[in-house]
T-cell receptor
């Protein structure tokens, strides 16, 4: 089945540093990837839609200059949390849709970010 | 009003019990509906899509009522391994578009 990986699986960093999270589709090509954030006991909230070769589309309330998204290839999207602060600590999950068709989104295992 | 609303639970049931989860959505034009399962500290995994005519997959039955904007999931003969959070998910516009997640309903199945 379709596999999506994320790296790193967890990260602890100091306030003010930037953190890059990678999302890869391992056995399929994904023209569209999605980035979600989930706080404890809350639902997944879509942050942005990442389109290969073009600018990401951000959801309302998500700062595009703080959460930089790059989707440079059909199998890789990156999310960079710039100048991270403790309130950015969360579970970040990506998903990818197979460019070959179908509506199903395949989720990565998530990245836990803790900003001290 | 939230776009997708679920009873947070938790539902604590014994093995073998039948349990039902409900979900309502606010956008009447929504096109696609799903139930996902999320285990603690893991990513969500697709459990089943929900079709207008209702559909069944083993012990799991999903129903959709478009007039009431209501989705349900029925789990029969609960297993310990069914313990998880069940997420109601809606694709508001169909096609290759974003998903809206409910906050989830927690299920704990005990011996």
């Amino acid at each position: 089945g379709a596999v999506v990986s994320q790296h790193p699986s967890w990260v602890i960093c100091k306030s003010g540093t930037s953190v890059k999270i990678e999302c890869r589709s391992l056995d399929f090509q994904a023209t569209t990837m999605f980035w979600y954030r989930q706080f404890p006991k809350q639902s997944l909230m879509l942050m942005a839609t990442s389109n290969e070769g073009s600018k990401a589309t951000y959801e309302q309330g998500v700062e595009k200059d703080k959460f930089l998204i790059n989707h440079a290839s059909l199998t890789l999207s990156t999310l960079t949390v710039t100048s991270a602060h403790p309130e950015d600590s969360s579970f970040y999950i990506c998903s990818a849709r197979d460019a070959g068709g179908g509506e199903t989104q395949y989720f990565g295992p998530g990245t836990r970010l803790l900003v001290l | 009003r939230k776009e997708v609303e679920q009873d947070p639970g938790p539902f604590n049931v014994p093995e073998g019990a039948t349990v039902a989860f409900n979900c309502t959505y606010s956008n009447s034009a929504s096109q696609s509906f799903f139930w996902y399962r999320q285990d603690c500290r893991k990513e969500p995994k697709l459990l089943m899509s929900v079709y207008s005519s209702g559909n069944e997959d083993g012990r799991f039955t999903a129903q959709l009522n478009r007039a009431s904007q209501y989705i349900s999931l029925l789990i029969r003969d609960s297993k310990l391994s069914d313990s998880a959070t069940y997420l109601c998910v809606v694709n508001p516009s169909g096609g290759y578009n974003k998903l809206i997640f409910g906050a989830g309903t927690r299920l704990a199945v005990h011996p």
